[in-house]
């Protein structure tokens, strides 16, 4: 089945630097990666996402990059503010068991 | 966005009882829903997807007797945890695939359980 790694575990940026988290996945049939936000406690929080006939994504301060080759993907947050503290996870989708599979999780802190 | 509900948000029960989660779709139809556990500090894992009138498909390591799951309409998929123990104290929640070939996945708001 579909596993997802990604790095790092724990990410401390100063306000205003930008941010990058790396996932990788086994499945070359996945073809949908969200990307979520989670606060403690609550839902995760989807802020944004690329299907695999994309390269690269962007949002604002948020983008995504896919290389299928490669079977990776990656968040960039750029101008980090202290409110994009929280833990991130990115996950997988699609394949031939369609589950969404997610990634251990990045705890951002973003220092003022 | 489209809305899945999740209740209850937290639950408190006793070591043996039984507890069920409801997680419903409120404006779209779910063919699948997906149930997920998640410790602390910890990332969400797959327990089962659910599929409207058929039988759960379990990951490995869930145990399908201990964790009951009904998903008997398309807006509406239960998760009962019998026989609770404290070791199942944990934060679980539910997600639904918009339509049939759709890959916009909702989440619900989550359920606290603690079995004192």
């Known amino acids: 089945g579909e596993n997802v790694e990604q790095h790092p575990s724990t990410l401390s940026v100063q306000e205003g630097d930008s941010a990058v988290i790396k996932c990788t996945y086994s499945d070359s049939a996945s073809n949908y990666f969200p990307w979520y936000k989670q606060e403690l406690g609550k839902r995760p929080q989807l802020i944004i996402d690329?299907?695999?006939?994309?390269g690269e994504k962007k949002d604002q301060r948020i983008a995504v990059t896919l290389n299928k080759t490669a079977k990776h993907f990656s968040l960039h947050i750029t101008e980090t503010q202290p409110e994009d503290s929280a833990v991130y996870f990115c996950?997988?989708?699609?394949?031939?068991?369609?589950?969404?599979?997610f990634g251990t999780g990045t705890l951002l802190a973003v220092q003022p | 966005g489209a809305v899945v509900s999740q209740h209850p948000s937290r639950v408190i029960c006793k070591s043996g009882t039984s507890v069920k989660i409801e997680c419903r779709s409120l404006?779209?139809?779910?063919?699948?829903m997906f149930w997920y556990r998640q410790f602390p500090k910890q990332s969400l894992m797959l327990m089962a997807t659910s599929n409207e009138g058929s039988k759960a498909t379990y990951e490995q390591g869930v145990e399908k007797d201990k964790f009951l799951i009904n998903h008997a309409s398309l807006t509406l998929s239960t998760l009962t945890v019998t026989s609770a123990h404290p070791e199942d104290s944990s934060f679980y929640i539910c997600?639904?695939?918009?339509?049939?070939?759709?890959?916009?996945?909702?989440f619900g708001e989550g359920s606290w359980l603690t079995v004192v």
């Open positions: 404006d779209f139809q779910a063919t699948t």
């Open positions: 996950a997988a989708y699609g394949g031939a068991t369609n589950k969404l599979i």
């Open positions: 997600s639904a695939r918009q339509g049939a070939s759709g890959n916009t996945i909702y």
């Open positions: 690329i299907r695999s006939n994309v």
